[in-house]
């Protein structure tokens, strides 16, 4: 700064001179006037100052010195003004200098807090600050400079050769090498926690069994199962037997579809594609609808958890810390009928099997049968001996504390453990969890050059995990997130998810919270695209389908880690995935899910796609843990209330006729648009560098998410809260499919057997009116938490 003022001060000096124009008292009177003094003097010489009281008047015009002193001030205004012009430019030659230097100066203060301001505004340092200021564009650069410094495809190989499985000892070396990888890096706190959950494996001395069962009821030969460690953990135990039907995906409209078809699948053995919906979800909708003698099977040998619901289903809604000291409970997402996968051979041989219908053209498969039938076909045994067994898991975290929101995390993982090689299941995922970890350690460094840009501290504290158990339901994540719940739900500010992140090349989806779509957005139009040259990912996906959102965003599913932040503890969340267009990858969840096959199936461009995800997720950390205000947008929930409440509109005149009105939904929508305006113009006329406020503001926006769990219903028995997003009685969803059994004449609705509608009731009013008062009051408790303090609340209602 020193050198700042002496250049101003020595342009001040090399300035001409300019007329003087002093204020002087006249003798004998109580009057001031302007006497025109030139004043040349020596370079560097002082101009008198004069500290007086003073009055100015201007001239008298109708008097003859009225007309003198106008002359004066008309030739003082003519001297004047090329100085005034000169001393003009030489200030604003200052101000420019001083600024480029202040913003681009050289590293002087290495290793000291940066700053980091967008292209168009300029944010200034408080007076006692030492930081020195970075743009975006500098902080993208720096970012993508470490980044591109890695080796991203040789740790995927390398973790996918690593046996892994939940509990087992290769999976407690990895996690112990990843806390040492850890703490080799410029992390501010490096630790473990250990759970003891209860986890489901194949028991080696029963293995899982088919037979055929014989005319007399006997059973007959044994199928081959092949490979004994294949199996659906949490499965129902015990033995089944019955007629085999192909039931496609095992979707509660398929089965709806079986029985109009003439085919009753009650007490038989179902036959089950893979894909469309998960394996819990298949394994929930016989439960449903077809009661307690439904077995699945479904092909291709995957290992799949039926756990409908996510963490240790032994201690739904506590963290498993210490099972004993809980009561013994089991989660209702458990299933009471048993499952088992098999391999495309032994279901080829079962489908020829098959006799009785032909089943429709969208259920005929790619095995080598033709056609596909629905059956009933001859009799089989299946036996399910799989055993539970506490086990200890431990998930690894590492922290960058945050510069100004240090209370305030954004928070990344990725899945570690894998039943197979699993290398696009987690060792992709872990992979680039790595990288960003010593991507954003090497920010955080001094630089080492003076032509090099200064490290950086984010505002808020970046919080990075590696997850244990989450081929059984995202186990280590849940239990983390009950164990800490009480304090996630006031400072997480955002869960990004690495799982599952390259399962091809052709097409990208963002399944997330609506809170981050605009930010998604505007991020893939900074990311290039791994195999269309020249094109971002945004140009990318609006070649196919000018609505952007449509081809890209999905809601989040629960068999994804990022589902329980969002559904359970209210945090918006985000998991990314590269896909084939077509075909989904064939290897999931199975051990032929190697780094060989993921990049065959790539054509060779896992290590472009693997580096896309990682430019992704580490720009949306850099705007989610710097920008002052939380780039979340808080009024797209307003758009997804209307979008059902569309749905619902449908039924107003069934409704009616019934006495009944969705008017209470409709108000509570409107206070909540209301409230989200409310709050985007306080921001947009305030301070951003007032830090109490944005403050208050960024409090305010990143519990929006939480104000969607429902207050009503307890967390131990309907754990996921959510009213969009959440599962029960209490959710939008819930409400819709209970208003379509209007319209059901009592045959029964399958979509509202899905949530948990019991079949052939029909539509209760008590139970309608109940649904739209938890509903209602938890969208109308969201706007009046989203309009600040109770006095500013304005509502309609």
């Avoid at 001060?9 to 009177?29: A, F, M």
């Avoid at 939940?166 to 806390?179: E, H, K, N, T, V």
């Amino acid at each position: 700064m020193e050198r700042l003022w002496g250049l101003l001060h020595r342009t001040q000096r090399l300035s001409p001179r300019p007329s003087q124009t002093i204020y002087k008292r006249v003798e004998g009177t109580q009057q001031w006037r302007l006497e025109e003094e030139e004043e040349d003097g020596e370079e560097g010489a002082e101009p008198p100052i004069h500290f007086c009281p003073m009055e100015l008047r201007g001239p008298d015009l109708g008097s003859r010195a009225g007309k003198q002193n106008l002359g004066l001030w008309a030739a003082t205004a003519r001297r004047a003004a090329p100085y005034l012009v000169l001393t003009t430019l030489l200030i604003f030659t200052g101000a420019f200098l001083l600024g480029y230097v202040a913003f681009r100066g050289s590293c002087q203060t290495c290793g000291d807090d940066v700053l980091v301001v967008s292209e168009d505004i300029n944010y200034e340092p408080g007076p006692d600050s030492h930081q020195g200021t970075l743009y975006w564009s500098d902080l993208q650069a720096m970012f993508l400079r470490f980044l591109g410094e890695g080796h991203l495809e040789d740790t995927i190989r390398q973790i996918s050769l690593r046996k892994r499985v939940a509990g087992s000892a290769g999976m407690a070396a990895l996690a112990q090498d990843i806390r040492v990888a850890l703490l080799g890096q410029k992390l501010d706190h490096v630790w473990m926690d250990t759970h003891y959950v209860g986890l489901q494996f194949p028991d080696p001395a029963h293995p899982n069994t088919l037979h055929w069962v014989e005319a007399a009821g006997k059973l007959g030969e044994p199928l081959q199962l092949e490979d004994h460690d294949v199996y659906c953990p949490y499965s129902a135990t015990g033995n089944a037997t019955g007629e085999l039907v192909y039931a496609h995906y095992g979707r509660p409209e398929d089965l709806q579809d079986l029985r109009a078809r003439g085919v009753e699948p009650a007490g038989r053995l179902l036959l089950v594609r893979l894909g469309e919906i998960s394996f819990a979800q298949k394994d929930d909708a016989g439960k449903l609808l077809l009661g307690a003698q439904l077995t699945v099977s479904a092909w291709t040998s995957p290992s799949s958890q039926v756990h409908l619901g996510t963490g240790d289903p032994y201690t739904p809604g506590f963290p498993s810390f210490n099972q004993t000291q809980f009561p013994p409970v089991q989660s209702s997402g458990l299933p009471n009928i048993p499952a088992q996968p098999i391999s495309a051979d032994i279901a080829s041989l079962l489908l020829r099997k098959l006799q009785g219908p032909v089943a429709p053209q969208e259920w005929q498969g790619h095995l080598p049968v033709s056609p596909y039938r629905l059956g009933p076909g001859p009799g089989l045994h299946l036996g399910v001996n799989n055993h539970r067994v506490s086990t200890p898991i431990s998930n690894i975290f590492g922290c960058i504390e945050g510069r100004s929101e240090p209370d305030h995390y954004v928070v990344i993982g990725a899945q570690r453990d894998a039943w197979g090689p699993g290398a696009a299941k987690s060792a992709v995922g872990t992979a680039i969890l790595l990288e960003l970890v010593r991507t954003f350690s090497s920010m955080l460094s001094p630089c080492s050059q003076p032509t090099l840009l200064p490290g950086f501290r984010p505002r808020r504290s970046l919080l990075f995990i590696s997850w244990d158990g989450g081929d059984f339901g995202s186990v280590g994540s849940t239990e983390w997130l009950e164990g800490y719940l009480s304090v996630l739900h006031l400072k997480a500010v955002v869960y990004v998810s690495l799982d599952n992140a390259v399962l091809g090349d052709d097409k990208f989806q963002a399944k997330t919270s609506p809170l981050l779509i605009s930010l998604i957005e505007n991020i893939l139009k900074q990311v290039d695209s791994p195999n269309h040259s020249g094109q971002t990912l945004y140009e990318q996906v609006m070649f196919n389908n000018h609505s952007w959102d449509a081809e890209v965003i999905q809601p989040l599913p629960m068999d994804s880690s990022a589902y329980s932040f969002t559904a359970f503890a209210g945090v918006p969340a985000v998991e990314f995935s590269f896909m084939e267009d077509g075909q989904a990858y064939p290897f999931l969840h199975t051990k032929d899910d190697t780094y060989e096959n993921l990049h065959r199936v790539l054509r060779g461009r896992l290590p472009a796609v693997a580096q896309a995800v990682a430019q992704l997720a580490g720009q949306l950390l850099i705007r989610l843990s710097h920008d002052h205000l939380l780039p979340l947008d808080f009024g797209r929930y307003g758009d997804v209330v209307l979008k059902h409440i569309g749905s619902l509109n449908e039924f107003s005149g069934d409704l009616k006729a019934r006495g009944l009105t969705l008017q209470w939904v409709y108000s509570a929508r409107g206070d909540y648009i209301r409230a989200a305006e409310k709050l985007r113009k306080e921001i947009y006329s305030s301070e951003e560098s007032d830090e109490r406020l944005m403050r208050m503001y960024n409090v305010r926006i990143m519990r929006v998410e939480f104000y969607f769990l429902s207050q009503y219903v307890s967390p131990a028995d309907s754990p996921f809260r959510h009213i969009f997003l959440g599962h029960g009685d209490h959710t939008l969803d819930a409400l819709l499919d209970h208003v379509r059994l209007l319209r059901s004449h009592g045959s029964g609705d399958p979509r509202a057997a899905s949530s948990g509608v019991a079949p052939g009731l029909g539509f209760q009013e008590s139970r309608f009116r109940r649904q739209l008062a938890l509903l209602t009051w938890t969208l109308q408790g969201a706007a009046n938490a989203l309009s600040g303090d109770v006095w500013n609340i304005d509502n309609n209602f």
